[in-house]
């Protein structure tokens, strides 16, 4: 250990050597270019080829000296106070000088004054924007981005819109698809300032607060309304919502608000399916009719106005639905699967393989054939095999919303079609008519002719639960369970 102690002192001492000697070479180097520099800028002053520079130089530097000189003279002689009093007699030397001195001093403090006070108004603080209550999506990442939010109050308010105060509202499975991500890329384009966060809801019901100028509804302020609204617009599950008077009508008396938000947007889809599959109060007798899902908001209505139009109704729902779907007026019942993995006929960890086991074998033993088959929920399944199960001219129509391919486009597709959008966001300004974006075909004629079936006995309201506010994400999960019945509402009655 003493011989390695020595050999590391040795080798310290040996590099201290090596820095110092480092250092005093570096230094006479610095010295050596530093007398190097001086001695040629030396020469070069002394060079008879500087002259003119110097000259130059000293020529700029006696007009610098002499303008100072000046300004020195100047500025005495303006604080001078005999020529101050000299030049005031000049400008007060009779009354029209006086006259004219005065105004300019009542101009020039009127001026300040005002400007200090403009400066005051345009400083102070901008009033706070009313907010409300509204259940919102705060992200289209998060799976927990449903939640309850105060935003701003409805600001925008065209001559044709009606402001309506809502009692409740009712969420759809549309809305768990908006949570992630749906018609994202194209309702930025329709409504930059629908981006972040988006209201959710597409039906609600409440009562009238204003009305614009132009609408030709009728509506006026107090009377109670429902409401519909599709997949780009704004949605309904806040305290207060503005909407086309277009898509507004009166909700039917003989329901409250809760059992009226069931309604409007489920009632629209079933009533396009139905025009899309030729039935009406008068051909529908006799006809006989599939409706998957039959508890789903959309089955509910397509049972009720189907069996009461005369036709013969099949439904398929979860057992615990069985009740509800008979007494809706569906007279065959296919149970697809249970509350439980061991109902149904067959077990897979597949929900989907389950389902379409079970509704083949359901109807090979039924041995009957359809005129219509209607789809009210999205299924992962190929829906081919049931083509066997039509009548002659039969057909298969799906009432869900079909995936936009404006999500799945990069970059420069989104910028292309933006000005696609803005083309016909234009066009429709220039002819005072809004362009359609897609979906089921949303209008106050729809929702006088449901309101009327609703007062009229054909058609009842199918609520299953009812939710606060603050339980907006519970709600949301619910409506997209296999426990689901009818509608599910938010309630925004005034003390819940």
């Known amino acids: 250990m003493d011989a390695l ?22 230094m006479r180097m610095v010295r050596q270019a530093s007398d190097e520099g001086r001695n040629m800028a030396l020469r070069a002053l002394q060079d008879p080829s500087f002259d003119g520079v110097r000259s130059s130089f000293r020529n700029v530097w006696a007009n610098c000296l002499e303008l100072l000189e000046r300004i020195r003279h100047v500025a005495i002689e303006i604080t001078d106070p005999q020529l101050i009093y000299n030049q005031l007699q000049l400008v007060f030397r009779d009354e029209i000088s006086r006259n004219n001195a005065f105004f300019v001093c009542v101009g020039l403090g009127l001026g300040t004054a005002g400007g200090f006070f403009l400066g005051l108004w345009l400083a102070r603080p901008s009033p706070s924007a009313p907010v409300m209550k509204a259940i919102t999506c705060s992200s289209f990442d998060d799976p927990d981005n ?15 819109d009606i ?22 890329s194209l309702r930025r384009m329709i409504a930059p300032e629908q981006e972040i966060p988006v209201v959710l809801g597409r039906a609600a019901a409440g009562v ?19 409401l519909v609204s599709p997949w780009y617009a704004a949605g309904l599950a806040a305290e207060m919502a503005i909407v086309p008077e277009s898509r ?22 079933a009533m396009g399916a139905l025009k899309q599959a030729d039935l009406t109060e008068e051909s529908s007798a006799g006809k006989r009719i599939l409706i998957q899902d039959g508890c789903s908001p959309v089955g509910c209505v397509l049972s009720q106005l189907c069996k009461k139009w005369g036709a013969s109704v099949t439904a398929t729902c979860y057992v615990r639905s069985v009740p509800v779907i008979k007494a809706l007026g569906a007279e065959d019942v296919i149970t697809l699967r249970g509350e439980s993995p061991s109902d149904g ?33 999205s299924v992962n399944y190929d829906k081919t095999f049931l083509h066997k199960y039509l009548s002659p ?37 220039i002819i005072r008519s809004p362009p359609d974006w897609g979906g089921p075909h949303l209008c106050h004629l729809t929702l006088d002719r449901l309101a009327g079936y609703v007062n009229e006995g054909v058609l009842q309201t199918v609520v299953d639960q009812v939710f606060t506010p603050e339980d907006g994400y519970r709600a949301i999960e619910h409506i997209c369970s296999e426990k689901a019945i009818g509608s599910t509402i938010i309630t925004f009655r005034d003390g819940k």
């Open 5 to 26: 102690a020595f050999r590391m002192e040795q080798n310290l001492e040996a590099f201290q050597v090596r820095l110092g000697m480092a250092t005093e070479s570096g």
């Open 248 to 269: 507004v009508g009166r909700k039917p008396f003989i329901t409250g608000f809760e059992g009226a938000a069931s309604l409007p947007y489920s009632g629209c889809v």
């Open 146 to 160: 449903v939640c309850l939010a105060r935003v701003s109050v409805p600001q925008t308010f065209t001559p044709t």
């Open 393 to 429: 001219g039969g057909r298969i129509i799906d009432t869900c919303e079909m995936p936009l391919f404006v999500d799945n486009l990069g970059f420069l597709g989104r910028f292309m079609f933006s000005w696609y959008v803005a083309l016909r966001k234009f066009t429709g300004w």
């Open 345 to 377: 006929l067959f077990l897979s960890t597949d929900s989907s393989l389950v389902e379409k086991f079970n509704l083949s074998h359901a109807l090979a033993t039924r041995e009957v054939t359809f005129d219509v088959i209607f789809f009210t929920t």
């Open 208 to 226: 009238v607060e204003a009305v614009g100028r132009d609408c030709r509804s009728g509506l006026e302020i107090g009377d109670e309304v429902w």
């Open 163 to 184: 402001l309506v105060r809502i009692r409740a509202a009712s969420f759809h499975r549309l809305d768990e698809l908006i949570t992630r991500g749906y018609g994202r």
